[in-house]
């Protein structure tokens, strides 16, 4: 059996109008996608008819990227103990005591900004599926590149103007009027005053995100919500997170460290986990064709270019 598709009423003219014994040569035979991994609704649209979707989507993810990093930077900013306790005028180190505090404190606004960004997995497949992609693997691959780019733009860069929030807005100005040549010497001062908070944020997720995923929280909310769903490797959601700590790890090395051994222990964690996950628990449910790997490789390439300047 095999499934064939036409992207036009010539081309199906051509084909049945063609003797098989002189129109071999003519015609473009290529691998037909498994059924279950096929979108039947969406198979009867061309590129050209989704050409103003595609455009429509494509302003959506920017706004979102814009509108969801105002939040993120507020959190980064003001996500703290000291805030907190002067807004409710309530005096914190007396009930907590300094050393608590301080711990609370380091961790606080990590804590909240992962919590905050569990929604974007989702916003970011509901965008893919609204492209009217043919296949699944074509769903996850622009998910991936979607909750990626979101990643590096709302943790990682946004976290360095958050970094610039504590430098003089005064002499930002002046300084950015005066001189082109500032802006790159502020974003650097930014960037190096927000290490710390990396290394928390690699911290978080090497002791306490990686090991929850021995549990497969995912599999419990599949369970509730997508059944079919529950026993799928879902690397669009998974391998984001992954690279985002190598680029913060690339990123950060040279300046910090004693980053690469809170990274060793995530990658190490992660590795474990994968492997035995992939080998006993998940059902592969549809074949990318290897394309998954240019996507990775071209935003760790990405990440290079970030940590070099």
């Not at 494509?58 to 807004?87: E, G, H, K, R, Y």
């Not at 009930?95 to 804590?111: E, I, K, P, R, Y």
């Not at 950060?252 to 990658?267: D, K, R, S």
């Not at 996950?277 to 240019?294: E, K, L, N, R």
Request: net charge positive; with cysteine.
């Amino acid at each position: 059996t095999a499934f064939v598709r036409f992207n036009s009423l010539f081309a199906t003219t051509v084909c049945i109008s063609t003797p098989l014994r002189f129109g071999l040569s003519t015609l473009k035979v290529e691998k037909a996608e498994a059924a279950k991994n096929l979108r039947w609704d969406t198979l009867q649209y061309s590129r050209r008819d989704l050409w103003s979707r595609n455009v429509i989507i494509m302003v959506l993810f920017v706004m979102m990227l814009l509108f969801w990093s105002v939040p993120v930077t507020a959190i980064q900013v003001l996500a703290n103990l000291n805030t907190f306790c002067d807004v409710t005028k309530w005096n914190c180190e007396k009930v907590f005591g300094q050393n608590l505090m301080s711990f609370v404190q380091a961790w606080f606004a990590v804590l909240i900004l992962d919590v905050w960004l569990i929604s974007l997995p989702g916003l970011c497949r509901t965008l893919s599926s609204w492209q009217y992609k043919t296949t699944l693997a074509k769903v996850e691959q622009h998910t991936l590149r979607k909750y990626f780019d979101c990643l590096l733009c709302m943790v990682l860069l946004v976290s360095v103007f958050a970094g610039i929030g504590s430098y003089n807005i005064n002499r930002f100005v002046h300084d950015l009027a005066h001189s082109a040549s500032s802006w790159l010497h502020i974003l650097a001062e930014g960037l190096s005053r927000m290490s710390t908070y990396f290394i928390l944020y690699v911290l978080l997720n090497a002791l306490i995100w990686a090991p929850l995923e021995f549990y497969r929280p995912g599999y419990w909310g599949d369970l509730i919500f997508d059944p079919s769903d529950r026993h799928r490797f879902s690397f669009s959601t998974r391998y984001p997170k992954i690279m985002l700590i190598l680029i913060i790890c690339l990123a950060y090395g040279a300046m910090t460290p004693l980053i690469w051994i809170f990274g060793f222990i995530y990658f190490a964690f992660i590795m474990l986990i994968n492997t035995y996950q992939q080998t006993f628990c998940f059902i592969p449910h549809f074949d990318t064709g290897a394309m998954v790997f240019p996507i990775i490789f071209d935003r760790i390439v990405i990440g290079m270019h970030l940590s070099v300047v």
